[in-house]
């Protein structure tokens, strides 16, 4: 997130330019690196994912948006292409597209008051797509992490809490690059929600607040853990009607369809 008003929020890193350009997200970051969801349209890929659209397409756009780079392929890491958000998910005139450096490693996931998280060494595989509207505003995006062991998932899900629990509430500089930020967490959103076995969850409401703008951005993150896999789900637009997923079009059901997902996940694959 080198153009931040970060809402801690998983994005991309800026890619070589794009001869089919996806929406105008606004002005022109500053800086390069990872971009905050509210402005993440600019780092759409240009291409739409469909049912079944299958993880070799994803690495190979990958690998052709940022031919230096190489995207590694861990066995069993088509589960996450299965469990992301789909194009079949949504009304037609929304559109589900593969972020540039959706798949890339060097990107990170955790990014949470500007915490510092060592499981991310630990991800073998990550998958992220996001969802805009015929505007091309963005509505969410899904990130979907596959780790070396359970362990690692288990970590990653610590560290959450960790700094979630000692976020300060003064400014907290970046370690990754991002814009320096002060967070300010409300109540869990999910108290009420229902819960599904074998999935994990942590839900966060909170205003991230860009310490040299001022500018605010309200959003709500959730993270699902059922072994190895993890899914953040981050919720652009929180404090308005949610673009329906799956005929659901609350916040608490689009995170029951993807726990469903989540449940589903083979034993083996999940560790």
């Known amino acids: 997130m080198s153009e931040h008003v970060d809402p801690d929020l998983e994005t991309v890193a800026p890619l070589p330019a794009d001869p089919f350009p996806a929406p105008d997200p606004g002005p022109t970051p500053r800086r390069a690196g990872r971009r905050p969801l509210a402005t993440l349209a600019a780092a759409l890929a240009v291409v739409s994912l469909v ?41 037609a005139g929304d559109k589900v597209t593969l972020l540039r450096g959706g798949a890339d490693l060097t990107v990170a996931t955790l990014d949470l008051c500007n915490g510092r998280f060592a499981s991310e060494a630990q991800r073998i595989a990550r998958r992220q797509v996001a969802l805009t ?54 109540s869990a959103p999910d108290g009420t929600w229902p819960r599904t076995p074998s999935v994990e969850r942590l839900a966060y409401d909170f205003v991230a607040t860009d310490a040299t703008t001022g500018e605010s951005s309200h959003s709500v993150a959730v993270y699902l853990r059922r072994g190895r896999v993890l899914m953040g789900l981050y919720f652009a637009r929180p404090d308005a009607r949610q673009a329906a997923i799956d005929g659901r079009t609350a916040i608490a059901g689009i995170v029951g369809v993807f726990e469903t997902r989540m449940a589903k996940i083979p034993a083996r694959v999940a560790g």
């Open 51 to 91: 049912v079944g659209f299958g993880v070799a397409t994803i690495v190979v756009n990958a690998r052709d948006s940022s031919p230096k780079r190489a995207v590694t392929v861990a066995p069993d890491d088509s589960v996450l292409g299965a469990i992301i958000l789909q194009q079949s998910d949504v009304p």
């Open 133 to 186: 509207d015929a505007q091309g505003n963005l509505l969410l995006s899904t990130e979907a992490i596959l780790y070396r062991a359970p362990s690692g998932g288990a970590q990653a899900i610590r560290e959450l809490q960790s700094v979630a629990a000692k976020c300060p509430s003064t400014p907290v500089a970046s370690p990754v690059g991002e814009e320096t930020r002060t967070t300010r967490f409300r």
